[in-house]
Each structure stands twice: as C-alpha cells, then as structure tokens.
C-alpha cells in the first residue's frame, strides 16, 4: 500500500503558488508557523487534521483537493476490495516525536463539491501519550469497528470501545488515539463548512 503523503505535500504547495501566495502569507491566514507550512510542503511531517483544515481554509479549497484527482458528480461507491488497494495517508498524531500513527483510507475522494470526508482509519498503537490537541472548524463522527481509542476532548477524556461512537464539535481542542499499547480501527466522518 503506497503513501500519499508526498502527493499532499506537492499539493498544497502547487495549489498555493498557482495562487502567487508565499509560505508566510499562507502561514499568516492559517495561524500555524512558516517551518509548519514548510515542514508540511517538503513532506517532512504531515500532520494531523487541524492544521490541514487551517491551510485548507486559508488557501480557500476544500480538505478533500489534497486528497483526490477526480470529481464524479452522482454517488460514489467504494468497495471494500478497491478501498484496501488504494492509496492511504498516514499522518502524525502530533506528538512530540512525530510519529505516524494513522493511516487514512479516505471513502469519497472522487465525489465533487462534498462538505463531508469519510475515512476508514487504522490506528497503530503507541505508547507515547504527549499529544498536542487541536481545533478546527467543523464536526466529526467517530464509530469505533474494532480496538479501543481514547479521545481528549477540552478538559474530558473519553474512551470508546468496539461499537461506541461520538459526535463532537470540532472547534474543541481534541485529539484522538488508540488506547495505550492498543491499535483500533474506526469509522470517521468529519464536516467541514466551506
């Protein structure tokens, strides 16, 4: 399974100088840092969500462009044998080590004009509990298939387990992960208001 990372990379990158905006201006608009914006650009590191919707927004395009090539007007279907073949996107859970610890297999990524992103998303455990919690506009749905994860939401702490599910306002500081030493998989769909 190949990783799109440096494909979102080269995305952002293209889609901001197609735009004559510079990283300082693009850093500017999103509130994150110019070694973010570069870091992120030069597939250094990719990060979670939040700071993706940031530079999203501040480029004026949907999350879902650093994601997809192709925009089928009427439904799209996603089979399960297609969607183990495609691509996915690891990203960091913003940790202090940066390391990945989900893998993103997006669910819609062909259908034009969508305010929603599903993902199937693998967490791989980690033991590493120094997460950086972030906030976005939007909401997401959180459906636990299997394992168990743990979500810092504001002040809170939730775990979920095999079935549990949340829905939550995404301009909350969060961060969600597998429970310590646990992998999960789950079902996550996140809105953005464009």
Known sequence: MSNNSTIVGA??????ESKNLSVEEIAERSGLSVDQINSIENDVNLPS???????????GVRLGTFMDDNDALGPVVTRAKDREAESSISFSNGATDARKHMEYHPLAQQKAGRHMEPFIIDINPTENQDFQLSAHEGEEFIYVMSGEVEVDYGKEKYTLSEGD??????????HLHGAPGKSAKILAVVYIPF
């Open 11 to 16: 995305k952002i990158k293209g889609i901001r």
């Open 49 to 59: 969500l939040g700071p993706l919707i940031k530079i999203a927004r501040a480029l």
């Open 165 to 174: 599910s949340i829905y939550y306002d995404s301009i909350v500081k969060h």
